[in-house]
């Protein structure tokens, strides 16, 4: 069912009962009270306007692929930030909206001659997501190239942060977990590169590595734990390759994936999966693995 919200000048639409499983990269997960995809800034405020006069709590959603959502579903309004997606150039600074697709933000760069994201290039979700999260690959972390960033605060009003390095670390950033803030516009200053046949290359051989491991063969939240400090979280579930919690199973081919193989595995599923692994790790090694991935909704 849809449901008009309107004040004086915008316009939303919002959905109830909105099945997240279908956006979630796991395809497991309940659904939101209401939901809805505003295409711009102004309607992004006027679903926060919306939820504030509502009492409502708002969850922001991206590209779901590194958050794990209750079978139970998420309670109040969802905004998923996937339409707000516009990149913009300013000489060195590429300018783009939290909801654009990280592959996208590093093609557009790539075609203008700008490098510094090329390694990147097939890490699912989008920009936003992925600084939140300070997404890293290849020896780099995504925040080394963000100069600074525009975020909401619950009431609408567009607050500029520059991004100071001490704040971010492996996988981690002073934005993650703080629900009073919503990422809008992250700016990146970039590198001019006259080779972009090389660029385009490097990032082409990065995808093409994550599809010969087989990542993207099954719907997954890519890796499920962050790595202790110099060790491998997979090399430490090697052993577990293979178990299997109802539909949800330790890849094969992959140790800290967990993969929903047959289309039927539960949120809770996944979950009980990562608490074995967890215990598993550390009954064995006196180690205890963190996640990488947010839990949402109603556990």
């Not at 913009?88 to 990280?102: E, H, K, P, Q, V």
């Not at 919503?182 to 590595?209: C, W, Y």
């Not at 094969?252 to 595995?265: K, Q, S």
Request: aromatic fraction near 4%; charge should be negative.
């Amino acid at each position: 069912m849809h449901i008009n919200v309107r004040n004086r000048v915008e316009k939303i639409n919002l959905e109830q009962e909105v099945d997240l499983a279908e956006f979630s990269t796991m395809k497991s997960g309940g659904k939101a009270d209401l939901c809805c995809h505003p295409t711009d800034l102004e309607g992004l405020r006027v679903a926060l306007a919306f939820a504030r006069d509502a009492s409502l709590p708002v969850t922001v959603l991206g590209g779901m692929s590194n958050v794990l959502i209750s079978d139970g579903g998420i309670e109040g309004l969802v905004v998923r930030t996937t339409d707000m997606s516009k990149v913009t150039r300013r000489g060195n600074l590429l300018s783009a909206l939290a909801g654009a697709r990280l592959d996208d933000v590093v093609d557009l760069a790539i075609e203008e001659g700008l490098g510094g994201l090329e390694h990147f290039y097939g890490i699912p979700g989008t920009i936003g997501g992925a600084l939140r999260g300070n997404a890293g690959a290849h020896g780099h972390e995504i925040s080394e190239k963000v100069l600074f960033v525009d975020l909401l605060d619950p009431e609408g009003n567009l607050l500029r942060k520059r991004v100071v390095p001490a704040e971010f670390s492996y996988r981690t950033s002073p934005f993650k977990g703080r629900d009073d803030l919503i990422l809008h516009e992250i700016h990146l200053a970039l590198d001019p590169v006259r080779d972009t046949h090389a660029l385009k290359n490097i990032a082409l051989g990065h995808k093409r590595s994550r599809i010969e491991r087989r990542q993207y063969e099954y719907p997954s939240l890519g890796s499920i734990f962050k790595n202790p400090p110099g060790l491998k979280a997979g090399a430490l579930l090697e052993d577990l390759k293979g178990t299997r919690i109802g539909g949800a199973l330790i890849a094969p081919h992959h140790a800290n994936m967990i993969i929903n193989a047959d289309g039927r595995a539960t949120s809770q599923d996944v979950r009980n999966l990562i608490l074995l692994a967890k215990e598993r790790v550390f009954t064995a090694h006196g180690i205890t693995l963190e996640e990488e991935i947010v839990y949402l909704g109603r556990w």
